[in-house]
């Protein structure tokens, strides 16, 4: 497995032939010239994981790319070819499982009303298991060997972070959601995870691909 943090939200992940891209958001462009796709993954309609101005370009420079969103996408944004990607429902992208978890958003404020998010489960045949919760630390699945974690947004405490990071147990992660966070802010919550967790936390920030092994999960 191959894993690419492209900057906030927004991860490539080669595994088993297959190229994902999960949340093309508008904090970043570093996935503006991104082609060969087999999938363009959209955990929840926020602009910071799907960039309105830009995600149809995406689209139609990978044509042979399935569009999967969480549902409520679809129904806001006219993405050609968007499918609507229920959660607990499961599908095959090649020799790629792809499970969506969870359903709902992280509570902002009671006053902001609640938007529907799926968390991203991406596993193959003799491969790590990656997880991308999209804005929600309220499903902890089992057997996930990377982590992405949210660093900070309006809706994140560091308290919740830590636990739901314990809670998963994951051998490697690294910080994503992060375009709110200046350097200091990012080195607090990262040195506060390593410190705080067994999970071995790595600094993605470079843009460039990350391999996994399949059995420490450790570059």
């Known amino acids: 497995m191959e894993l690419t943090h492209?900057?906030?939200?927004?991860?490539?992940?080669q595994i088993a032939g297959q190229r994902l891209l999960i949340d093309p958001g508008n904090f970043t462009d570093a996935w503006h010239q991104l082609t060969g796709l087999n999938a363009i993954l959209i955990t929840h309609q926020h602009p910071d994981h799907v960039d309105p101005d830009h995600i149809e370009d995406l689209v139609t420079a990978n044509p042979d790319a399935v569009v999967l969103t969480e549902p409520s996408v679809c129904e806001v944004l006219?993405?050609?070819r968007a499918q609507p990607l229920a959660p607990d429902s499961t599908v095959h992208i090649g020799a790629v499982i792809v499970q969506a978890v969870g359903g709902?958003?992280?509570v902002i404020h009671r006053d902001v009303p609640q938007i529907g998010n799926i968390g991203l489960l991406i596993s193959a045949d003799s491969?790590?298991?990656?997880?991308?919760?999209?804005d929600s630390l309220a499903t902890v699945p089992t057997d996930v060997d990377v982590l992405a974690v949210p660093a900070y947004g309006p809706w994140a405490a560091m308290k919740e972070t830590?636990?739901?990071v314990r809670d998963v147990n994951a051998s490697s992660g690294f910080l994503i959601h992060d375009g709110l966070l200046n350097e200091r802010g990012w080195s607090l919550?990262?040195?506060?995870?390593?410190?705080?967790?067994?999970?071995?936390f790595v600094d993605r920030r470079d843009q460039q691909p990350?391999?996994?092994?399949a059995t420490t999960a450790s570059a």
């Open 104 to 106: 709902a958003h992280a």
């Open 78 to 80: 006219d993405i050609p």
């Open 162 to 164: 830590v636990d739901f």
């Open 6 to 13: 492209l900057g906030h939200a927004a991860v490539l992940v």
């Open 189 to 200: 919550i990262f040195s506060r995870m390593n410190a705080m967790s067994d999970t071995e």
């Open 127 to 134: 491969e790590p298991t990656f997880f991308h919760p999209g």
């Open 210 to 213: 990350w391999v996994v092994d």
